[in-house]
């Protein structure tokens, strides 16, 4: 504490040491050095620590305590004393219009049709915590030893199988990564190829966030167009055929839900391979596809080791656990581990073996199914409602979202605002657009976070808030 502190004594000083510590403890206190309910060391510890009498911290202790800042128990000891609520430093907002006031605004919930988190309904969470629990046991009576950077070998081996069973890649383990979700196997792709400087093939609309990360890592980002099949290849030959990277969402195009389709994959298969250009492959949604079978990831089809997979636990399970992964090519595995091993190990190993538990007893494939039955009813209340109330030719259902439609230069990001106020969180269709210009305006609504009850109600406040700005 008197390291954090750093309570110098002055006995120089014409100021008593007692009320020189009373100071020192007091000033910690008042800027937030030492939050509400912190304990402090005894006074006979502290008296030790700083050479002095018992009797002068003690008084110093007195003094604190009279004027509140301080409270002293038998039971739980010396604690700072809970402050006002108005009295505590609040923490500095993001700016008006930075990508961190996006990025809490598109990620704060719970709320109502709030994007990129599943529904807590459908999922058997009593069954994962107890699987949960069992593996902090099993980890916190483990030797003590630094667990594989790359992954639990058990998760590894699930995933692989998954992968060949649900979306058509045939890998073997050890070229599982196992990330903090997908924005750190994003990460963890981005300093393996080392393509700064260069220029990047984007999604247009596409994920902000992806879209941020590519900039931090110092790319030119080539915001490519998407119709009913998915990015437009013939565009980024035409405009950018050097680029270095492609990064697409084949699945479910994030945020339209186009699938890719097959002529364009493999053109974008035939031309990567031809020019060493890097895929990476979000997958979006996974298998989360509420009609038919899914479409098989664009890696299935690379015969020529030039695409990377990133996928996540996020939607299916959680965002909370923060758990994702990615396929490395055969080429690259070696560099994947290396990077991990010092930049990017993977999450600790009892999330990772509940994981791996949870997939090998059949439990994840199972909740997949649920979900999707879950999903698909949802959605079609969702539609069935908006349609009649707005316009069947103002709504479409790309995905997990039901897209309702604005006119170009509609407010969209102010609109999603001011339902924050009634607990819904959509979310602005432009903000997924690369600036400048050009951007539609729309509100997408997530369907795993719809209301299950009074949905009509949820939907006419909506309604009447968009109405106000239209």
């Not at 995933?159 to 196992?178: K, T």
């Not at 966030?209 to 167009?225: N, V």
């Not at 990772?352 to 649920?370: K, S």
């Not at 976070?449 to 309604?463: E, I, Q, W």
């Amino acid at each position: 504490m008197t390291k954090a502190l750093q309570l110098k004594l002055d006995r120089t000083t014409k100021i008593p040491l007692a009320e020189q510590i009373r100071r020192g403890v007091g000033t910690a206190i008042e800027t937030g050095v030492l939050a509400p309910g912190a304990r402090l060391p005894s006074w006979q510890d502290l008296a030790a620590q700083l050479g002095v009498a018992r009797g002068t911290v003690r008084t110093a202790y007195e003094k604190l305590a009279a004027a509140q800042l301080i409270v002293a128990s038998r039971a739980a000891g010396t604690r700072v004393a809970q402050r006002p609520r108005a009295a505590e430093e609040s923490e500095q907002p993001p700016g008006a219009g930075s990508f961190m006031q996006t990025y809490q605004e598109m990620t704060r919930g719970p709320a109502l049709f709030q994007m990129g988190v599943p529904a807590t309904e459908t999922f058997p969470a009593t069954l994962f915590a107890r699987l949960r629990a069992h593996a902090v046991r099993a980890e916190a009576n483990a030797a003590p030893i630094y667990p594989d950077p790359r992954g639990e070998p058990e998760l590894r081996r699930e995933i692989a199988g998954y992968l060949a069973l649900a979306r058509g890649i045939n890998c073997s383990p050890s070229q599982i990564i196992v990330t903090s979700g997908f924005s750190a196997g994003l990460g963890l792709a981005l300093n393996v190829l080392g393509l700064s400087g260069h220029t990047a093939w984007i999604e247009n609309p596409g994920f902000p966030f992806t879209r941020k990360g590519l900039e931090l890592a110092g790319l030119s980002l080539a915001p490519i167009p998407v119709d009913a099949g998915g990015i437009d290849i013939d565009h980024g030959l035409r405009h950018h055929p050097g680029a270095r990277l492609v990064v697409v969402t084949p699945g479910q195009q994030a945020p339209l839900g186009y699938t890719l389709s097959l002529e364009r994959r493999l053109r974008l298969l035939e031309w990567a391979a031809a020019n060493s250009t890097w895929v990476i492959e979000d997958d979006y949604l996974s298998e989360l596809q509420l009609y038919g079978r899914a479409a098989p990831a664009l890696a299935s089809l690379d015969r020529d080791g030039r695409v990377i997979h990133i996928g996540s636990f996020s939607k299916t399970i959680s965002p909370a656990v923060r758990l994702g992964f990615l396929v490395a090519p055969v080429e690259l595995i070696a560099r994947f581990a290396e990077m991990s091993a010092c930049l990017a190990p993977a999450p600790g190993p009892a999330v990772q073996l509940a994981t791996a538990a949870f997939m090998h007893e059949g439990h994840y494939m199972r909740h997949l199914r649920r979900t999707k039955r879950a999903y698909a009813a949802k959605r079609q209340a969702l539609l069935d409602y908006l349609q009649a109330s707005a316009g069947a030719d103002r709504v479409a259902a790309p995905g997990l979202a039901v897209l309702l439609k604005l006119p170009r230069g509609a407010p969209d990001v102010a609109i999603a605002r001011e339902l924050s106020a009634f607990g819904m969180s959509p979310t602005p269709l432009s903000a997924w657009y690369a600036p400048p210009g050009g951007a539609e305006s729309g509100l997408l609504l997530g369907v795993a976070t719809a209301p299950a009850r009074n949905l009509g109600r949820s939907c006419d406040r909506l309604l009447d808030v968009v109405r106000r700005f239209v």
